[in-house]
C-alpha cells in the first residue's frame, strides 16, 4: 500500500514538472486593441433674436410688423424642430385672438434682404398661439408635418409678421398681449 502509495505520488511529481517545464517551454504573444472611444452628439438649437422678435406699441386696425429671424442647429447632430406659441392678455380684452401671425420662408424675390417682399412659402396663418399652440410642425417626438429640418451647423431665415386686421373693432382699443414663440428641436437620427 505504502508503496503504491509513494508510486502515484512520483508519477504526479513527474507529470507536474513536465506542466511547468512544459510551460516554461512555451513561446506566447499578445496583442492588445486599444483607443476605442466613443462620444455622443448635442442638440443644440439657437434663434436670433433671442427675444422681442415682434413687438408693436400703439397698433391701429390694419398695421402689421414683419421681422426675420434665424433658426440654427448649434448642435453636432442634425435636428428637427417644431415652433409653438403661447399667449397671456394683460387685460380683459383678448387681443392674442385678434392679431393674426403669420410665418414664412425666407423671401424668394430678394433673400439677402429677407422679409421685405414676404413672398417664401407659407408654413402657418392665425392667432399668435393658435388653437393648440402648435405653429410650425408638431414638438411631439418623431416627425411630423410642417417640422423643419436642419443639418449640423445649418441655418434658416424664417419671416414672422403680425397684423392687426382692418375692420377690429373698437372693443380692442387699449388691449395689450404678449406672445412667447418656443423652438422645440430633437435628433432626426433614429428617431
Ligand atoms: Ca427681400
Ligand atoms: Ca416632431
Known amino acids: ?20 517545464l512544459g510551460a516554461l517551454a512555451l513561446f506566447t504573444d499578445t496583442a492588445s486593441v486599444p483607443s476605442n472611444t466613443f462620444s455622443t452628439g448635442t442638440v443644440d438649437i439657437a434663434t436670433a433674436p433671442t427675444s422681442a422678435l415682434v413687438t408693436f406699441s400703439s397698433m391701429a386696425p390694419g398695421d402689421t410688423t414683419t421681422q426675420s429671424l434665424v433658426a440654427s442647429n ?4 442634425a435636428l428637427r424642430y417644431a415652433i409653438s406659441g403661447s399667449a397671456t392678455n394683460a387685460d380683459a380684452k383678448g387681443l392674442k385672438d385678434q392679431l393674426v401671425l403669420t410665418i414664412k420662408t425666407i423671401d424668394v424675390t430678394t433673400p439677402g434682404t429677407p422679409c421685405d417682399n ?8 392665425g392667432d399668435v398661439d393658435s388653437t393648440a399652440g402648435k405653429l410650425v410642425g408638431d414638438n411631439t417626438t418623431g416627425a411630423q408635418a410642417g417640422d423643419r429640418a436642419l443639418s449640423a451647423s445649418a441655418s434658416e431665415t424664417l419671416c414672422f409678421r403680425v397684423e392687426l386686421p382692418t375692420g377690429t373693432g373698437n372693443a380692442f382699443q387699449n ?3 404678449t406672445a412667447t414663440f418656443t423652438f422645440d428641436a430633437e435628433q432626426t437620427a433614429n428617431n
Open 175 to 177: 388691449a395689450t398681449t
Open 1 to 20: 500500500m505504502l508503496r503504491k502509495l509513494i508510486t502515484t505520488v512520483a508519477i504526479l511529481s513527474v507529470f507536474a514538472a513536465f506542466t511547468i
Open 74 to 77: 448649434a448642435g453636432t447632430l
Open 118 to 125: 414676404f413672398d417664401g412659402t407659407q408654413l402657418y396663418t
